[in-house]
Nanobody
Framework: QVQVVESGGGLVQAGGSLRLSCAAS????????MGWYRQVPGKQRELVAT?????????NYADSVKGRFTISRDNVENTVSLQMNNVKPEDTGVYYC??????????????WGEGTRVTVST
């Protein structure tokens, strides 16, 4: 049993900043990677940023957020955050956290959170 919970969403004005957090808990042997995805009405869920837990750590960003968003991890707490700077109206959407986890050696699976809503006002 693994639970993934996002937090930090809310209303922010264009040009402002917001920080999202994702915490994975439960039967976790080792985290493989975690990432943030977002979805808006009428569009498919899209990748925002990912980070791997293998050394050395790798990060990946969507072109639309590169240079504005930063993903980081806290291995001790099994958490990952997304620092969103200079947000734009098109950043509005529901942000989901995805965790790729080994629940025990050689057993890997994928878990999703319920999402946290981000609204960028103009």
């Amino acid at each position: 049993q693994v639970q993934v919970v996002e937090s930090g969403g809310g209303l922010v004005q264009a040009g402002g900043s917001l920080r999202l957090s994702c915490a994975a808990s439960g039967n976790i042997f080792r985290i493989i990677a975690m990432g943030w995805y977002r979805q808006v009405p009428g569009k498919q869920r899209e990748l925002v940023a990912t980070i791997t837990y293998h050394a050395p750590s790798n990060t990946n960003y969507a072109d639309s957020v590169k240079g504005r968003f930063t993903i980081s991890r806290d291995n001790v707490e099994n958490t990952v955050s997304l620092q969103m700077n200079n947000v734009k109206p098109e950043d509005t959407g529901v942000y989901y956290c995805k965790s790729n986890i080994y629940t025990r050696p050689a057993y890997a699976t994928e878990f999703w959170g319920e999402g946290t809503r981000v609204t960028v006002s103009t």
